[in-house]
């Protein structure tokens, strides 16, 4: 098992910037890549950025290319996502996952319980 938290959402004014976090634990965190999904009411949970194992590949929806930025620090188990030039489509639940597969975008198996992020217009 993983056990998932992630830290950091809040309101915040469109174009400002938030970072989460999501701090790992159980099982080496260095042998799952890692995904930070959203999901706004009524909409279905999408996949916004993805991280590979080591680092060295990455994923991003073309909605937040070039505005967000996701990082890994395998020697503290913890994922980040640096979120700049927020829009207020940008406001959702924002969920870490983590998958043990070698593709990113599917195959998730463990979920945070998601931290709210508000942009506001």
Do not use: H
């Not at 970072?19 to 999408?46: I, V």
């Not at 070039?66 to 940008?90: C, H, W």
Request: aromatic letters at 10%; glycine letters at 14%.
């Amino acid at each position: 098992q993983v056990q998932l938290v992630e830290s950091g959402g809040g309101l915040v004014q469109a174009g400002g910037s938030l970072r989460l976090s999501c701090a790992a634990s159980g099982r080496t965190f260095s042998n799952y890549a890692m995904g930070w999904f959203r999901q706004a009411p009524g909409k279905e949970r999408e996949l916004v950025t993805a991280i590979s194992r080591g680092g060295t590949v990455t994923y991003y929806a073309d909605s937040v290319k070039g505005r967000f930025a996701i990082s890994r620090d395998n020697a503290k188990n913890t994922v980040y996502l640096e979120m700049n030039s927020l829009k207020p489509e940008d406001t959702a639940v924002y969920l870490c996952a983590a998958t043990g597969g070698r593709t990113l975008d599917r195959g998730y198996d463990y979920w945070g319980q998601g931290t709210q992020v508000t942009v506001s217009s």
